[in-house]
């Protein structure tokens, strides 16, 4: 089998993968695909369609909604709660150049788009000198092959396909090539990297380079290389989280079409006659006259008076309404009734909830690619990092508050516990320590204290 085959489940997995990324890259890149999102209408020549795609609305409901559940999750920041002292104040850990913040907003975007990312803890040498996280979109990891022991997945095969400019034939020209970089086991348990690119000569992919990574010498026993998941970090694929959300915009997309076609050709004023002769050449104008010999010559305009739009509008109504369902919340319109806090977090819980179980499976993937990065970049400590999964809490309000300082005063409850209420409350910073609140207060009721002994003074 030549390098680029891809799995079973890529093969189809592949549609979904297309469509849910078109409906996020907005406007421009579903219309791009033309028929495959649009279908052209019977008897409709290619430019009528053009003009028959490019009347149609694209309402990018789903972009939106994975802005938000992203900003959900990145409501707080992530918290470090052990680690290499190196990582906390590294400013890049990815190729390409940006920070653990950043790369994590890299990685919960496409696990929503495509239910599917894969993080590779690369070296920039052979011989383990710096270690970085390389990250690839679904489409991009093409093949796979792991086997299952104890219980566990261990990556036995890892195929990736990367792009690499090659210099054109002058200084300022260059073109965009494909290359696939493979990852393996070899006979002796040694994890192998190749990298395969295309020969004209032979009409086909082969390889350019081979080597073991190396760690201080030895040899690594196994594929640095994780897949994140919506739900754990198995090679499984599954179901992109926004697909059926992607679904239904597409056909609000399709409807929008039919709807502003049809706008096009009703709003148009059309002349009809009747009793003219056919070779006269009639033209509308206030300066033009139109004469008919026939006394019984007859002209009007067409006037729509079906019910066909009415239908269609309703069904954008519809479609509109269940994209809110589904987790499009900016298009929901607003409650006529004023809804109780407690109503409104049942009724999003389910959301929450698998918003919450995909930040959970996140953070345990990038904690293995970072424990990876710790052992080759030679620090010491475990890594412990955790996403936000707290998406519907806001400030205390006074009588929560007021609950929670009784319970301090009456000895029901500790300072560490009433910190850490106050802190998941956002009513202190999350970077503030308990002991930093304490010295802050004692140093503010010292102010208080000699405030009161200066006015003693002055009086």
Request: aromatic residues 10%.
């Given at each position: 089998?030549?390098?680029?085959?891809?799995?079973e489940?890529?093969?189809?997995?592949?549609?979904?993968?297309?469509?849910?990324?078109?409906?996020?890259?907005?406007?421009?890149?579903?219309?791009?695909?033309?028929?495959?999102?649009?279908?052209?209408?019977?008897?409709?020549?290619?430019?009528?369609?053009?003009?028959?795609?490019?009347?149609?609305?694209?309402?990018?409901?789903?972009?939106?909604?994975?802005?938000?559940?992203?900003?959900?999750?990145?409501?707080?920041?992530?918290?470090?709660?052990?680690?290499?002292?190196?990582?906390?104040?590294?400013?890049?850990?990815?190729?390409?150049?940006?920070?653990?913040?950043?790369?994590?907003?890299?990685?919960?975007?496409?696990?929503?788009?495509?239910?599917?990312?894969?993080?590779?803890?690369?070296?920039?040498?052979?011989?383990?000198?710096?270690?970085?996280?390389?990250?690839?979109?679904?489409?991009?990891?093409?093949?796979?092959?792991?086997?299952?022991?104890?219980?566990?997945?261990?990556?036995?095969?890892?195929v990736?396909?990367?792009?690499?400019?090659?210099?054109g034939?002058?200084?300022?020209?260059?073109?965009?090539?494909?290359?696939?970089?493979?990852?393996?086991?070899?006979e002796?348990?040694?994890?192998?990297?190749?990298?395969?690119?295309?020969?004209?000569?032979?009409?086909?992919?082969?390889?350019?380079?081979?080597?073991?990574p190396?760690?201080?010498?030895?040899?690594?026993?196994?594929?640095?290389?994780?897949?994140?998941?919506?739900?754990?970090?198995?090679?499984?694929?599954?179901?992109p989280?926004?697909?059926?959300?992607?679904?239904?915009?597409?056909?609000?997309?399709?409807?929008?079409?039919?709807?502003?076609?049809?706008?096009?050709?009703?709003?148009?004023?059309?002349?009809?006659?009747?009793?003219?002769?056919?070779?006269?050449?009639?033209?509308?104008?206030?300066?033009?006259?139109?004469?008919?010999?026939?006394?019984d010559?007859k002209?009007?305009?067409?006037?729509?008076?079906?019910?066909?739009?009415s239908?269609?509008?309703?069904?954008?109504?519809?479609?509109?309404?269940?994209?809110?369902?589904?987790?499009?919340r900016?298009?929901?319109e607003?409650?006529?009734?004023?809804?109780?806090?407690?109503?409104?977090?049942?009724?999003?819980?389910?959301?929450?909830?698998?918003?919450?179980?995909?930040?959970?499976?996140?953070s345990?993937?990038?904690?293995?690619?970072?424990?990876?990065?710790?052992?080759?970049s030679?620090e010491?400590?475990?890594?412990?990092?955790?996403?936000?999964?707290?998406?519907l809490?806001?400030?205390?309000?006074?009588?929560?508050?007021?609950?929670?300082?009784?319970?301090?005063?009456?000895?029901?409850?500790?300072?560490?516990?009433?910190?850490?209420?106050?802190?998941?409350g956002?009513?202190?910073?999350?970077?503030?320590t308990?002991?930093?609140?304490?010295?802050?207060?004692?140093?503010?009721?010292?102010?208080?204290?000699?405030?009161?002994k200066?006015?003693?003074?002055?009086?």
């Amino acid at each position: 089998m030549p390098v680029e085959s891809q799995h079973e489940d890529y093969k189809k997995a592949y549609p979904l993968w297309r469509k849910c990324r078109a409906v996020i890259m907005g406007e421009e890149a579903v219309k791009a695909e033309e028929t495959l999102f649009l279908p052209i209408l019977e008897g409709q020549g290619y430019m009528e369609y053009l003009s028959y795609r490019d009347r149609a609305l694209f309402y990018a409901a789903t972009a939106r909604t994975l802005e938000g559940l992203s900003g959900a999750i990145f409501r707080k920041k992530p918290e470090i709660m052990a680690s290499p002292e190196a990582l906390r104040e590294l400013d890049s850990i990815s190729s390409e150049g940006l920070g653990l913040e950043a790369f994590l907003r890299g990685v919960v975007s496409e696990v929503l788009t495509t239910g599917r990312y894969g993080i590779l803890v690369d070296m920039e040498s052979q011989n383990g000198k710096k270690a970085y996280l390389s990250g690839y979109a679904a489409e991009n990891v093409i093949n796979w092959r792991a086997e299952r022991k104890g219980g566990l997945e261990r990556l036995k095969l890892v195929v990736l396909r990367e792009n690499y400019l090659e210099a054109g034939e002058d200084y300022f020209s260059s073109k965009k090539k494909v290359q696939y970089r493979v990852l393996r086991m070899d006979e002796e348990n040694r994890y192998r990297v190749s990298l395969f690119r295309y020969h004209e000569e032979s009409e086909r992919y082969s390889s350019v380079e081979e080597f073991i990574p190396r760690i201080r010498g030895n040899p690594l026993d196994f594929i640095p290389f994780v897949f994140c998941n919506p739900c754990d970090q198995t090679t499984r694929v599954f179901k992109p989280p926004l697909a059926d959300l992607a679904s239904v915009n597409l056909s609000h997309y399709r409807t929008s079409a039919d709807l502003e076609h049809g706008r096009h050709f009703t709003a148009l004023p059309t002349v009809w006659v009747a009793g003219f002769d056919a070779e006269t050449e009639l033209k509308i104008g206030s300066q033009t006259a139109w004469v008919a010999e026939n006394p019984d010559a007859k002209a009007g305009y067409l006037e729509f008076t079906g019910q066909g739009l009415s239908a269609l509008e309703n069904a954008m109504k519809e479609k509109q309404d269940l994209m809110a369902v589904l987790g499009a919340r900016l298009l929901e319109e607003p409650k006529k009734a004023v809804e109780a806090a407690q109503t409104h977090r049942l009724r999003r819980i389910g959301e929450n909830s698998i918003l919450a179980s995909l930040a959970r499976s996140i953070s345990k993937t990038v904690n293995s690619a970072l424990d990876w990065w710790a052992m080759m970049s030679g620090e010491t400590g475990k890594v412990c990092l955790s996403l936000n999964n707290d998406f519907l809490s806001g400030p205390l309000e006074a009588k929560e508050i007021t609950a929670l300082m009784d319970a301090w005063i009456k000895g029901a409850m500790s300072w560490d516990s009433l910190i850490f209420n106050f802190k998941k409350g956002e009513i202190l910073p999350e970077d503030r320590t308990k002991q930093q609140e304490k010295e802050l207060i004692e140093l503010e009721h010292k102010t208080e204290i000699t405030s009161e002994k200066d006015k003693k003074h002055q009086k």
